[in-house]
Protein backbone atom coordinates (compact mmCIF):
# COMPACT_ATOMS: atom_id res chain seq x y z
CA UNK A 1 0.00 0.00 0.00
CA UNK A 2 2.60 2.18 0.96
CA UNK A 3 4.35 1.83 -2.73
CA UNK A 4 0.90 2.69 -4.51
CA UNK A 5 0.40 5.62 -2.85
CA UNK A 6 4.00 6.83 -3.30
CA UNK A 7 3.33 6.02 -7.02
CA UNK A 8 0.49 7.67 -7.16
CA UNK A 9 1.62 10.75 -5.59
CA UNK A 10 4.49 10.85 -7.20
CA UNK A 11 2.47 10.84 -10.98
CA UNK A 12 -0.03 13.26 -9.50
CA UNK A 13 3.09 15.81 -8.71
CA UNK A 14 4.44 14.98 -12.42
CA UNK A 15 0.94 15.43 -13.69
CA UNK A 16 1.13 18.97 -11.97
CA UNK A 17 4.02 20.37 -13.13
CA UNK A 18 3.12 19.13 -16.95
CA UNK A 19 -0.14 20.90 -16.57
CA UNK A 20 1.31 24.13 -15.18
CA UNK A 21 3.98 23.79 -18.11
CA UNK A 22 1.02 23.81 -20.96
CA UNK A 23 -0.56 26.37 -19.04
CA UNK A 24 2.38 29.21 -19.33
CA UNK A 25 2.76 29.58 -22.85
CA UNK A 26 -0.96 30.06 -22.90
CA UNK A 27 -1.15 32.86 -19.89
CA UNK A 28 2.01 34.63 -21.91
CA UNK A 29 0.21 35.24 -25.28
CA UNK A 30 -3.61 35.48 -24.51
CA UNK A 31 -3.16 39.45 -25.35
CA UNK A 32 -1.74 38.93 -28.66
CA UNK A 33 -3.91 36.07 -29.49
CA UNK A 34 -6.58 37.95 -28.62
CA UNK A 35 -5.42 40.71 -31.17
CA UNK A 36 -4.95 38.49 -33.41
CA UNK A 37 -7.86 36.96 -33.76
CA UNK A 38 -9.63 40.75 -33.70
CA UNK A 39 -7.59 41.59 -36.75
CA UNK A 40 -8.83 38.32 -38.30
CA UNK A 41 -12.48 38.90 -37.65
CA UNK A 42 -12.53 42.01 -38.86
CA UNK A 43 -10.65 41.18 -42.37
CA UNK A 44 -13.41 38.51 -42.52
CA UNK A 45 -16.21 40.98 -41.87
CA UNK A 46 -17.69 42.67 -45.00
CA UNK A 47 -16.64 46.37 -46.31
CA UNK A 48 -19.06 48.87 -45.05
CA UNK A 49 -19.87 50.87 -47.95
CA UNK A 50 -19.84 54.69 -48.03
CA UNK A 51 -21.68 55.35 -51.57
CA UNK A 52 -24.26 53.77 -53.49
CA UNK A 53 -23.56 53.57 -57.46
CA UNK A 54 -25.64 53.54 -60.42
CA UNK A 55 -25.07 51.33 -62.37
CA UNK A 56 -23.58 48.88 -60.01
CA UNK A 57 -20.61 47.59 -61.69
CA UNK A 58 -20.24 48.39 -65.02
CA UNK A 59 -19.75 51.15 -67.17
CA UNK A 60 -21.52 51.24 -70.37
CA UNK A 61 -20.21 53.41 -73.44
CA UNK A 62 -21.87 53.34 -77.20
CA UNK A 63 -19.34 51.41 -79.68
CA UNK A 64 -17.94 54.48 -82.07
CA UNK A 65 -14.18 54.03 -82.61
CA UNK A 66 -12.59 56.58 -83.25
CA UNK A 67 -14.94 58.95 -81.59
CA UNK A 68 -14.72 60.24 -77.71
CA UNK A 69 -17.73 58.13 -76.24
CA UNK A 70 -19.67 59.39 -72.94
CA UNK A 71 -20.74 57.21 -70.05
CA UNK A 72 -22.57 58.68 -66.73
CA UNK A 73 -22.78 56.69 -63.26
CA UNK A 74 -24.67 58.05 -60.47
CA UNK A 75 -22.71 58.32 -57.19
CA UNK A 76 -24.23 59.05 -53.91
CA UNK A 77 -22.99 59.03 -50.07
CA UNK A 78 -25.94 56.65 -47.96
CA UNK A 79 -23.82 57.21 -44.96
CA UNK A 80 -24.30 59.36 -42.22
CA UNK A 81 -21.30 61.89 -42.72
CA UNK A 82 -19.82 63.68 -45.48
CA UNK A 83 -17.86 61.64 -47.68
CA UNK A 84 -14.99 61.99 -50.56
CA UNK A 85 -14.85 60.34 -53.77
CA UNK A 86 -12.17 59.99 -56.29
CA UNK A 87 -11.88 58.12 -59.68
CA UNK A 88 -8.77 56.30 -60.96
CA UNK A 89 -8.44 54.45 -64.59
CA UNK A 90 -6.27 52.29 -65.90
CA UNK A 91 -5.94 54.13 -69.44
CA UNK A 92 -5.45 57.45 -67.72
CA UNK A 93 -4.37 58.96 -71.39
CA UNK A 94 -7.55 58.10 -73.22
CA UNK A 95 -10.01 58.84 -70.48
CA UNK A 96 -11.16 61.27 -67.88
CA UNK A 97 -13.67 61.61 -65.49
CA UNK A 98 -16.06 64.55 -64.48
CA UNK A 99 -15.34 65.57 -61.48
CA UNK A 100 -12.56 63.15 -60.83
CA UNK A 101 -13.50 63.40 -57.70
CA UNK A 102 -15.78 65.12 -54.52
CA UNK A 103 -16.89 65.41 -51.37
CA UNK A 104 -20.86 64.66 -50.81
CA UNK A 105 -22.53 65.25 -47.78
CA UNK A 106 -24.96 62.75 -46.32
CA UNK A 107 -27.70 61.80 -49.07
CA UNK A 108 -26.36 64.26 -51.43
CA UNK A 109 -25.71 62.83 -54.88
CA UNK A 110 -23.74 63.38 -57.99
CA UNK A 111 -23.78 62.05 -61.40
CA UNK A 112 -20.40 62.14 -62.56
CA UNK A 113 -19.69 61.82 -66.46
CA UNK A 114 -17.22 59.71 -68.06
CA UNK A 115 -14.92 60.02 -71.22
CA UNK A 116 -13.35 58.07 -73.24
CA UNK A 117 -11.68 58.16 -76.48
CA UNK A 118 -12.77 54.46 -78.77
CA UNK A 119 -9.42 53.33 -80.62
CA UNK A 120 -9.67 51.21 -83.97
CA UNK A 121 -9.77 47.50 -82.87
CA UNK A 122 -6.62 45.64 -83.16
CA UNK A 123 -6.62 42.16 -84.66
CA UNK A 124 -10.13 42.44 -84.69
CA UNK A 125 -10.38 42.24 -81.39
CA UNK A 126 -13.86 41.93 -79.49
CA UNK A 127 -14.42 45.89 -77.59
CA UNK A 128 -15.83 44.38 -74.50
CA UNK A 129 -13.00 42.38 -74.35
CA UNK A 130 -10.33 45.75 -73.98
CA UNK A 131 -10.24 44.99 -69.63
CA UNK A 132 -10.33 48.97 -69.41
CA UNK A 133 -11.78 49.35 -65.78
CA UNK A 134 -12.94 52.57 -63.42
CA UNK A 135 -11.98 52.35 -59.75
CA UNK A 136 -13.94 54.54 -57.34
CA UNK A 137 -12.50 54.96 -53.68
CA UNK A 138 -14.59 56.99 -51.53
CA UNK A 139 -12.84 58.01 -47.65
CA UNK A 140 -14.69 59.60 -44.65
CA UNK A 141 -14.12 63.40 -44.17
CA UNK A 142 -14.64 65.52 -40.89
CA UNK A 143 -16.96 68.93 -41.19
CA UNK A 144 -16.80 71.10 -44.81
CA UNK A 145 -14.22 70.81 -46.69
CA UNK A 146 -13.17 71.23 -50.40
CA UNK A 147 -12.27 68.27 -52.53
CA UNK A 148 -8.38 67.86 -53.44
CA UNK A 149 -6.71 64.90 -54.85
CA UNK A 150 -4.03 64.92 -51.89
CA UNK A 151 -7.08 63.99 -49.44
CA UNK A 152 -6.45 60.44 -50.96
CA UNK A 153 -2.20 60.62 -50.40
CA UNK A 154 -0.35 57.74 -48.57
CA UNK A 155 -0.40 58.51 -45.21
CA UNK A 156 -4.30 58.00 -45.23
CA UNK A 157 -4.55 54.92 -47.17
CA UNK A 158 -5.79 52.94 -43.86
CA UNK A 159 -8.60 54.94 -44.14
CA UNK A 160 -9.49 54.61 -47.89
CA UNK A 161 -12.55 52.13 -48.92
CA UNK A 162 -12.51 50.97 -52.54
CA UNK A 163 -16.38 50.98 -53.30
CA UNK A 164 -16.49 49.48 -56.79
CA UNK A 165 -14.01 48.43 -59.56
CA UNK A 166 -15.96 49.29 -62.74
CA UNK A 167 -15.74 46.90 -65.96
CA UNK A 168 -16.42 48.74 -69.16
CA UNK A 169 -18.78 47.12 -71.48
CA UNK A 170 -19.60 48.94 -74.90
CA UNK A 171 -22.70 48.61 -76.60
CA UNK A 172 -23.68 49.46 -80.86
CA UNK A 173 -25.45 51.97 -80.39
CA UNK A 174 -27.83 51.54 -83.40
CA UNK A 175 -29.48 48.42 -81.14
CA UNK A 176 -32.26 49.42 -78.94
CA UNK A 177 -30.62 49.22 -74.86
CA UNK A 178 -31.78 49.77 -71.54
CA UNK A 179 -28.27 50.06 -70.31
CA UNK A 180 -27.58 52.85 -73.12
CA UNK A 181 -31.22 54.66 -72.64
CA UNK A 182 -29.98 54.76 -69.00
CA UNK A 183 -26.49 56.41 -69.82
CA UNK A 184 -28.66 58.82 -72.32
CA UNK A 185 -31.32 60.14 -69.98
CA UNK A 186 -27.99 60.59 -66.93
CA UNK A 187 -26.13 62.43 -69.35
CA UNK A 188 -29.04 64.78 -69.94
CA UNK A 189 -29.55 64.94 -66.12
CA UNK A 190 -26.04 66.04 -65.74
CA UNK A 191 -25.96 68.73 -68.26
CA UNK A 192 -29.43 69.98 -67.30
CA UNK A 193 -27.50 70.39 -63.74
CA UNK A 194 -24.25 72.03 -65.60
CA UNK A 195 -26.63 74.71 -67.09
CA UNK A 196 -28.44 75.26 -63.37
CA UNK A 197 -24.63 75.62 -62.01
CA UNK A 198 -23.80 78.26 -64.90
CA UNK A 199 -27.19 80.30 -64.12
CA UNK A 200 -26.35 80.53 -60.54
CA UNK A 201 -23.54 82.75 -58.79
CA UNK A 202 -19.61 81.65 -58.80
CA UNK A 203 -20.10 78.48 -57.12
CA UNK A 204 -17.95 75.16 -56.17
CA UNK A 205 -16.78 72.81 -58.67
CA UNK A 206 -14.86 72.63 -62.14
CA UNK A 207 -16.05 74.54 -65.02
CA UNK A 208 -17.14 73.70 -67.78
CA UNK A 209 -15.44 74.77 -71.86
CA UNK A 210 -16.94 73.22 -73.99
CA UNK A 211 -17.51 69.37 -74.96
CA UNK A 212 -14.32 66.98 -73.14
CA UNK A 213 -12.21 70.33 -71.92
CA UNK A 214 -12.21 70.68 -67.96
CA UNK A 215 -10.61 74.03 -66.66
CA UNK A 216 -8.46 73.19 -63.57
CA UNK A 217 -9.60 75.02 -61.09
CA UNK A 218 -8.14 72.65 -58.34
CA UNK A 219 -5.16 74.73 -57.84
CA UNK A 220 -6.44 77.39 -55.73
CA UNK A 221 -8.30 74.52 -53.44
CA UNK A 222 -4.91 72.62 -53.24
CA UNK A 223 -3.01 74.84 -52.02
CA UNK A 224 -5.71 75.72 -49.04
CA UNK A 225 -5.61 72.49 -48.25
CA UNK A 226 -1.94 72.24 -48.18
CA UNK A 227 -1.91 75.31 -45.62
CA UNK A 228 -4.73 74.45 -43.71
CA UNK A 229 -2.51 70.59 -43.49
CA UNK A 230 0.29 72.31 -42.40
CA UNK A 231 -0.99 74.86 -39.97
Known amino acids: MAIG ?36 ARSLLPTRRRLKLDPSNKLYFPYEPGKQAKSA ?21 SCFMRPPGGVLTPGESVIAIVFKFVEHPQNNEKPEKTGLKFKIMSMKVKGSIDYVPEMFGELKKDQVTVEQILQVVFLDPE ?5 LEKVRLQLAEANAAAEARKRAPEDSGPKILGEGLVIDEWKERRERYLAKQNG
Do not use: D
Open 5 to 40: EERQESESQSEGKVWNLLKLPFRHSTASTSNSLSSL
Open 175 to 179: RSSPA
Open 73 to 93: IRIKNTSKSNVAFKFQTNAPK
